[in-house]
């Protein structure tokens, strides 16, 4: 049985330095242009006038991934991680993570959903806790691969966008416009062993393409060339959600950002506010918050970065029209 168990870790380690090796050359050709993809819809029922009336909106941090973001009645959650400190998740391979935290908020402690924002499918993002009690009828947005996963998991409205792909939301009066963005889980040879990732910009507003707000959630994604096409599509993004936490699978790949490249990140995208989420819940998490505190303040953006602890709520004012 021990042997099985270091199997898989071997088997990864060997694979990781195979595939990086055979993928430096693709790290450096040239992107093609950029398709404009597909249009997908989404109509919920109207929900309560007075929670459609109001004019701020919210992001709630939960803990790893996951936050509760709240518009004119639209109730959104991202990458549901529900599980307790000293719980294990499984990341493929035979390796798992401890969860070094609890989460702010208890699962059937949720208000109703509206809809599920997944970045990829992986344990730390969508536990077993929420595949087992999610209602199958939640409209979850994610990537093809995770789609497929879902529907053997049972849920009915999957919502499975490849890059560039947008599902147009509409609750009663209320509006909103998720595209899928770049996202890739580590340097190219070794994101290919692991699942694939989407980012997602959020364009609130009955006008998409000049939206009342502009939220950007990176997902598990370093930051590559890709990453440069988000803002050039999408200017004047008012709040990005950064993955963060520098994880390390076998403790040498890096898989997710670290405090460095989220400045960059900032950089490139150029958030009018950034919050850093994903950062101190589980093991494999080698970058603390600290570090990317550091890298802001040496960059001079102190004053664009929102800190919140789990549960804190973060406010935000669309546009007026």
Known sequence: MRVHRLLGP????????MSAAGFVQAENQP????????????????????????????VQFIGTATVLIRYQGLIILTDPNFLHKGDHVH?????????????????DKLPPIDLVILSHMHEDHFDKLVQERLNRNTPIVTTREAGEKLKRLG???????????????SKGETRLRITS??????????SVLLPKVMGSVLDFGAQPDTPDYRMYISGDTLV??????????????DLALLHLGGTRILGVFKVTMDGKDGVQMMQIVKPKKTIPIHYNDYDVFKSPLAEFAREVKAAGLDDSVVYLAHGDTYTFTPRKR
């Open 10 to 17: 071997a088997f990864l380690l060997a694979a990781f330095g």
């Open 155 to 169: 849920f009915q409205q999957r919502f499975a966008l490849s890059e560039w792909d947008k599902l147009e939301v």
């Open 91 to 107: 990341l493929g391979y035979g390796l798992t993570s401890q969860r070094q935290t609890n989460p702010a908020i208890e699962f």
């Open 31 to 58: 992107q093609a242009n950029t398709p404009q993809g597909d249009t997908y819809t989404l109509k919920l029922p109207a929900g309560e006038p007075a929670a459609a009336a109001a004019q701020d909106g919210t």
């Open 181 to 190: 963005v770049p996202g890739r889980h580590g340097a190219a040879g070794v």
């Open 224 to 237: 590559y060339d890709d990453i440069r096409t988000i803002p050039q599509r999408f200017p004047g993004i």
